[in-house]
């Protein structure tokens, strides 16, 4: 298979980047996936042992790059302020505060320049503009634009693969089904509250338990930690 052929999933340890891992794997074959996990000073630190763990289930590599800057900067609740929840408290932006400015930008700007140095051409994301929050980051324009600036910038040819860009929660669960993830969302993290077992009442908890419920299926991370 030619290197053109071959794909760095961002893999964060959560539900959607393990949804896409799997989509991968079967869109370029298993031995033309890596992938690739930031750590940039999140509290959820446990994410950067899921990732490695659903990288060993999926049997693909999976390097972690450090990134400090964002803990830095702060002013989000993923890296050092409480959660909100009612965007009445919210800047003029009106984006919730578990928005870290510039994240999923940066994350693709470090992954393709891993993938220029390994000769890989596409890089494989789980962002998606249908997520209750609205991220800017995460909007399909977005992506367009940043593919566009990345092979300007990096004079190669790069495609951001975002697969679930227009799906919902409940569709990207059936997603995973269909393509065997299910075993490794056992493992992934998604909780803000950076608990496990997940505390089940933030936003990405609830987010995360309608998409199973609508879908009709048990989601496996509880199944383990209840079973």
């Known amino acids: 298979m030619s290197d053109k052929q071959r794909a760095l ?6 539900q959607d980047s393990t949804t896409c891992l799997y989509w991968a794997l079967d869109h370029f074959g298993k ?16 994410e950067l042992k899921s990732a490695q763990k659903i990288a060993s289930i999926a049997n693909v590599a999976n390097t972690v790059i450090p990134i400090n800057s ?3 900067m702060g002013g989000n609740a993923l890296t050092d302020t409480d959660i909100k929840v009612d965007n009445s408290l919210e800047t ?26 390994k ?11 249908t997520d209750y929050s609205g991220y800017p980051d995460c909007r399909q324009k977005t992506m367009e634009a940043l593919e566009k600036t990345l092979k300007l910038g990096l004079e190669c ?29 056992a493992h992934s993290h998604t ?9 089940g009442s933030c936003p990405a908890c609830q987010l995360r338990a309608k998409g199973f419920k609508d879908a009709g299926i048990t989601d496996p991370l509880l199944q383990k930690n209840h079973g």
Request: with cysteine; aromatic share 12%; glycine share 8%.
């Open 157 to 185: 040819k790069i495609t951001i693969h975002t697969p679930l860009m227009f799906k919902s929660k409940k569709e990207t669960v059936i997603m995973a089904k269909k393509l065997g993830g299910l075993s490794a969302l």
């Open 70 to 72: 964002f803990a830095a």
């Open 31 to 46: 031995d033309s996936v890596e992938t690739i996990t930031f750590d940039y000073g999140q509290r959820h630190i446990i």
């Open 191 to 199: 909780c803000y509250n950076n608990q496990y077992p997940p505390c």
């Open 119 to 129: 000769n890989i051409h596409n890089l494989v994301t789980g962002v998606a503009q």
């Open 9 to 14: 999933v961002v893999l964060s340890g959560g």
């Open 92 to 117: 003029d932006t009106q984006l919730p505060n578990t928005f870290v400015p510039g994240r999923n930008l940066i994350f693709l700007t470090f992954a393709a320049a891993f993938a220029y140095n």
